[in-house]
């Protein structure tokens, strides 16, 4: 399926209640339970709300994913995926991530245990030295954000195979519609989608 063709279709469609084409908002923060402990799927808007797992479905859907999840903000996903780690990790990151990015891995979470190096990810012997025995994720973004600085995805994802790491990749500036880092075997994708042009 070409893409123009996914972006109109992925998701959930049409809208199970009323058959809209379109899908509603759903702005309840509450839904009725059907009997004690039985949903229709929705209990509190906190935790799931149809509106919001449609847009996670069309996003994992563009990107080729297995799932996604939508955040209120971009740095909220970005932390949230950083605590996929523990104390005494490592992260090699690029060097030009945005500022909010850096901030977060060098103002808070070094504050909890994580390490990181900063680093230009387009120069394999460069990224091979940096990987030390408790390095688990390489970041990274393609283009990069303010430098617009370009990675090579097959290049990077063959490195972390090698030495079992994970890979996480914001992928704002490029979107799906230009780039798709699942297909070249990034394991997560961020986005913050207020941006997307």
Not at 54 to 69: H, P, R, S, W
Not at 123 to 139: F, H
Not at 163 to 184: K, Q, S
């Amino acid at each position: 399926m070409r893409f123009e063709t996914l972006a109109v279709h992925a998701g959930e469609r049409p809208d199970k209640t009323f058959g809209a084409i379109s899908v509603p908002i759903y702005q309840t923060s509450t839904f009725a339970f059907e009997d004690i402990g039985k949903t229709r799927g929705y209990d509190y808007s906190r935790s799931g709300n149809p509106t919001r797992k449609v847009l996670e479905d069309t996003i994992a859907q563009l990107e080729g994913g297995k799932a996604g999840f939508a955040f209120a903000t971009g740095m909220a996903a970005e932390a949230t995926v950083i605590h996929l780690l523990e104390a005494g990790d490592h992260v090699i990151s690029g060097d030009d991530v945005y500022g909010g990015t850096y901030r977060l891995f060098q103002d808070v979470m070094r504050n909890f245990g994580l390490e990181f190096t900063f680093l230009r990810m387009n120069d394999r012997k460069r990224l091979e030295e940096a990987i030390k025995p408790n390095t688990r994720m390489l970041w990274l973004e393609t283009p990069s954000n303010p430098l617009l600085n370009i990675v090579d995805l097959e290049m990077v994802v063959d490195i972390a195979k090698q030495h079992h790491l994970m890979t996480v990749i914001d992928n704002t500036f490029a979107t799906p519609y230009f780039l798709r880092p699942i297909g070249y075997g990034i394991d997560l994708v961020v986005h913050s989608t207020t941006k997307i042009p």
